[in-house]
């Protein structure tokens, strides 16, 4: 019966591992997208040329060129933090009015949260650390140094909070073999996919990472480690997700990949 058990948790870990894997990667690259063409549109209705990138989007002028007015450059970098925001709380409230929940709709749920929270409050705090990007907007609005120490405290506040939540609403709808191993489900669900798939994404770059883009994806960690902390829910009805789902998700992740990469490659603009 042991050894039975076992072999259910190992297949049950397996499952989730690929199921969350698969996407990490699927999402990460929807919010790219999203956030990537929304700033791409916002710049091309002020003429700003720009091109978007596999590591993001390169504006070609100057920063101290005519058409970065007030508005342009406040439009401009606050569109990747809105329109991810907007994905987020949209992601969210899907979930919550879905009736049937799936072991595939809860991953794809928790990923498309974590992603765009992550490019919202992870984005906002790494720009006013380094000083670049939004902390232009932020000395635009006469911010002074306290101000940013006190925005990024409270998104990394945000984030910690936001971190409790998915890791309880993850707890709440996993199979109950998990939530008897929940440290091990939380590492297999959320730190080991995180890991391998930054790992991928930044060696898809096909250059060495920099600083800002290790220390965006770092933030996320923000919001995965509260997993390990938060107190067991109740158990929530989910439906357990056929196994040819994950094999599908696999496919289709590194469909996605690929065609993200050739696309990205080549850059896109408007």
Not at 59 to 65: S, V
Not at 122 to 147: D, F, H, K, Y
Not at 196 to 223: R, S, T, Y
Request: proline share 4%.
């Amino acid at each position: 019966m042991e050894e039975e058990g076992n072999q259910t948790k190992r297949k049950e870990l397996l499952k989730a591992g690929l199921f969350s894997a698969s996407l990490f990667l699927i999402t990460y690259f929807a919010v790219l997208f999203i956030t990537g063409l929304s700033q791409l549109y916002i710049a091309y209705d002020f003429d700003i040329p720009a091109t978007f990138y596999l590591q993001g989007t390169i504006f070609h002028i100057e920063d101290n060129d005519q058409l970065w007015t007030r508005d342009a450059l406040t439009s401009v970098l606050l569109a990747v933090p809105v329109s991810s925001f907007v994905v987020s709380m949209s992601a969210l409230f899907a979930f919550i009015v879905r009736k049937q929940k799936s072991e595939l709709v809860l991953l794809a749920t928790l990923w498309l949260l974590l992603q765009s929270f992550n490019m919202t409050f992870g984005l906002i705090s790494e720009n006013l650390i380094t000083q670049t990007g939004l902390a232009r907007v932020a000395r635009l609005q006469g911010l002074s140094q306290g101000a940013f120490i006190i925005t990024v405290g409270l998104a990394c506040y945000f984030m910690i909070q936001f971190g409790m939540f998915t890791g309880r609403l993850m707890l709440a709808h996993v199979p109950h073999t998990l939530r008897t191993h929940r440290y091990m489900t939380a590492l297999v669900v959320f730190i080991i996919p995180w890991l391998a798939g930054n790992a991928l994404v930044l060696a898809l770059n096909g250059e060495p990472p920099g600083l800002k883009d290790m220390f965006v994806k770092a933030m996320m960690g923000i919001m995965l480690i509260p997993a390990f902390m938060v107190k067991l829910p109740p158990k929530e009805p989910t439906a357990k997700s056929p196994a040819y789902l994950m094999w599908l998700m696999v496919l289709t992740s590194m469909v996605v990949v690929w065609l993200s990469v050739v696309v990205l490659k080549r850059g896109i603009s408007f």
